[in-house]
């Protein structure tokens, strides 16, 4: 298993670098109808930052919902398993195609695209994933 630093990392940089990509996209959509336009980097960066805060603590998640402590080595179950993976992302899926406000949008993102990270890190670990979370 990772140690919760390396999950809290690679989340928090996944989710940085996916809203420095949704930043630079759209600027560049109103940069189209507007080219004097500037890019707004205390934005950027603003929004940067809370993406690096939800995706490390979504990457640290599963650990904390099902610790090692408690339940042993063998602490993979439901939090960990491939069923929540596609729950999660099929939440967040229909919360994009809603009418729910954009910034909870956003850190739902960040925070699913952290679990997710966490959970790819731990599938090619000896251990692995389980389909279902049951023992």
Not at 88 to 103: A, G, Q
Request: charged share 20%; proline share 6%.
């Amino acid at each position: 298993m990772s140690k919760g630093n390396v999950h809290f990392t690679v989340g928090a940089f996944a989710a940085t670098v996916k809203t420095i990509i949704k930043c630079v996209q759209e600027f560049n959509s109103k940069q189209v109808d507007n080219p004097d336009l500037k890019f707004d980097w205390s934005n950027c960066i603003l929004r940067c930052t809370k993406s690096y805060i939800i995706g490390g603590f979504g990457a640290c998640l599963p650990d904390k919902l099902e610790p090692s402590k408690i339940y042993g080595p063998n602490h993979r179950q439901f939090a960990h398993s491939i069923t929540m993976v596609i729950g999660l992302n099929y939440i967040n899926f229909k919360m994009k195609h809603s009418d729910v406000p954009p910034l909870f949008k956003e850190c739902l993102d960040d925070l699913v695209i952290g679990y997710n990270s966490h959970l790819i890190l731990d599938g090619f670990t000896p251990k692995s994933l389980p389909l279902l979370g049951i023992k």
